[in-house]
């Protein structure tokens, strides 16, 4: 069967209990009610929603009518939405648990399942173990029963008293929007600065093009342009091999259209519109911001309105840059696993957490999971900000380097033929790990041998100038290498040799990792 990852039930669309098909999905859905009621919670608000691939619509329509033949109050939004929408809308109308059908940035051939309990954060053990445990238990025909779209609810206490069941769903996506809309004003801005910047976007052939010019445009912000080979909804991501916009070539056509139309911001999401990379325009030309790069610079900007002690959180796969800043600020900081059912219970005061892999959270009060829509709008802010001051994201990148050294990442990630394939490249590293990486003596700590929350299959590697963690992808069949250069630097005029030094390392560092 499939089993939960770092983000649910993620797998290719096929028959079989180990492929995402309509039995997989009803006998999911009906392990979940088990469980809810097992719980007290049977009867609760269930919020089911999709995106726009294959099957999504078929899956999401079973799992709406197992929760309701067993008895729970659903809500099926009523069009293909970004992921964060559902996320919000099971906090925001105190749900007892939400489905999102989705693969996010996976291949065309793949779709998943992603589970939101109480609180609109995803699943963490030991609820994924017991979810998976009642989902053996189901045997036999599934019952399945259409929501009555008439039925009042009383547990929709959130919405206007006077808004009719039918209509639940798309009030629930326009309180989404205003939320997100209003996001520069809660965290710090000025409104003048923000029709003075232009900005290009791609939806990656997904669900989140127009919300996110919604909210962009709702935010203030005129000037949004859109790449339209790959704005409208495609299952089939007809413009890119693979719809991940941290994939080589992904977003070749949105660093052309900010070239073009000499744009101030490139903007690129996800095919769920949960994640979002920045593109600027550098001294060779444009690229796109690495996600560690993003994660320093929306985190230090959050913080600058934050309260003194709040908290700030990324996963020990990212870059050590944000504890220092945290440190700098007087905030908190936090290390999690992968993922943001991780991130998302960092702790009390979380302002803000992000993941190398794209993944922001902003705006954790409304949003417990990360949001490419809300980062785009408060990314947008800061770029409008620093170009009032004549400034870059660039330049603050550059100051970060001055005041806590050169901190580079790069990531080596080797497609394998499945799963327990990238499991056995870390298995056999665990029993004759290196001594010595790229010249440099190195200690190994194994994560499978911790403790708590912080057991995992990864391997950690550091060196006084540089570290690399190693572990299995836990949504695609990837072994992936994280690595991370350390450079001190003297002064603003050592800024260049201290950056061509880094880069000498990660390249030795690519090279010996791309053997394994």
Known sequence: MLRFGTAGLRGPLQDGPDGMNVDTVSR??????????????????????RDARHGSDEFATAAAEVFAAAGF???????????????YAVRELKAVAGVQITASHNPATDNGYKVYLDGGSQLVP???????RCIDAVHGRIPRTDPDPTAPDPALLALPEDT???????????????????????????????????????????????????????????????????????????????????????????????????????????????????????????????????????GDFVLRTAA??????????????????????????????????????????????????????????????KDGISAAVVAADLVAQLKADGRTLLDVLDDYAVEFGVHAGDQVSLRLADASAAADVVARLRETPPCEIAGEAVTCTDMSQLRGRMRTDALVFEAPSFRVVVRPSGTEPKLKCYLEAFEPVAGPDALEAAKALAAQRLTELRKYFEQL
Not at 80 to 85: A, D, K, L, M, R
Not at 290 to 295: K, W, Y
């Open 308 to 369: 003194p002690d709040a908290l700030v959180a990324t996963t020990i796969v990212s870059s050590r840059l944000l504890s220092e800043i945290a440190a700098a600020r007087g905030a908190r900081y936090a290390e999690t696993l992968t993922g943001f059912k991780w991130l998302a219970r960092a702790g009390e005061g979380l302002v803000y957490a992000y993941e190398e892999a794209i993944g922001h959270c902003v705006d954790p009060s409304a949003v417990r999971d």
């Open 28 to 49: 999911a859905s009906a392990g979940i009610a088990a469980w809810l009621r097992d719980r007290c919670l049977g009867g609760g608000l269930v919020i089911v929603g």
């Open 164 to 298: 009719p069941p039918d209509a639940m769903g798309e009030e629930s996506v326009r309180r989404y929007l205003n939320r997100v809309t209003r996001l520069p004003g809660l965290i710090g801005g000025t409104t003048a600065a923000r029709k003075d910047i232009r900005i290009v976007l791609t939806a990656m052939h997904g669900v989140g093009g127009e919300l996110a010019v919604a909210a962009l445009r709702g935010a203030g912000f005129d000037e949004v342009l859109v790449v339209t080979e790959q704005f409208a909804p495609d299952p089939d991501f007809p413009t890119v091999a693979f719809p991940n916009p941290e994939e080589p070539g992904a977003a070749d056509l949105l660093l052309e259209l900010g070239e073009r139309l000499d744009a101030d911001l490139a903007i690129a999401l996800d095919p769920d519109a949960d994640r979002c990379a920045l593109g600027v325009r550098g001294p060779h030309g444009w690229r796109m911001l690495r996600g560690d790069e993003t994660g320093v610079l929306l």
């Open 126 to 132: 030991p609820a994924d173990a017991e979810i998976e």
């Open 73 to 87: 109050s659903v809500l099926a939004l009523p069009h293909p939405v970004p992921t964060p929408v559902v996320a």
